[in-house]
């Protein structure tokens, strides 16, 4: 397990279906995303972790975390057949904001964990 008095409870939001485009205008599918909890360790970026990012999303709010748990990034075509998958990157919540999971990285190690960049998603202007 990862590292016990720092770990935080934190709610994920998963997207298992695409949109559509309707009249050639693309339309998000409006279901209900999955919505489960995880045991992670949030932590700050560093000036090395930036370098995961591309240059101009470095000025937005970035952490990473650590969780057993894994968590999904949608990487262009990668669909293989129709088994249901991520059609966005998770979207997870920290302190009243939402965060979408940018790059995960795994570590199979003596204990198996992921270590995830988030980058912090915008509200829509109105």
Do not use: W
């Not at 009249?23 to 409006?30: I, K, L, N």
């Not at 059609?87 to 204990?111: A, F, P, Q, W």
């Not at 995830?116 to 829509?124: E, G």
Request: charged fraction near 20%; include cysteine; hydrophobic fraction near 35%.
């Amino acid at each position: 397990m990862i590292g016990g008095i720092f770990l935080e409870t934190l709610t994920v939001n998963r997207y298992l279906y695409a949109g559509s485009y309707v009249s050639g205008v693309y339309t998000d599918d409006h279901r209900d995303p999955l919505v489960f909890n995880i045991q992670a360790s949030i932590q700050p970026v560093t000036g090395e972790d930036m370098l995961h990012f591309p240059e101009g999303e470095r000025t937005t709010t970035l952490l990473k975390l650590y969780t057993e748990t894994p968590l999904h990034n949608v990487v262009p075509g990668t669909q293989i057949d129709s088994t249901p998958r991520p059609t966005k990157s998770d979207i997870v919540l920290y302190n009243g904001r939402k965060y979408e999971v940018h790059k995960v990285m795994v570590y199979d190690c003596v204990r198996p964990h992921y270590k995830v960049y988030l980058k912090s998603v915008l509200p829509p202007e109105a």
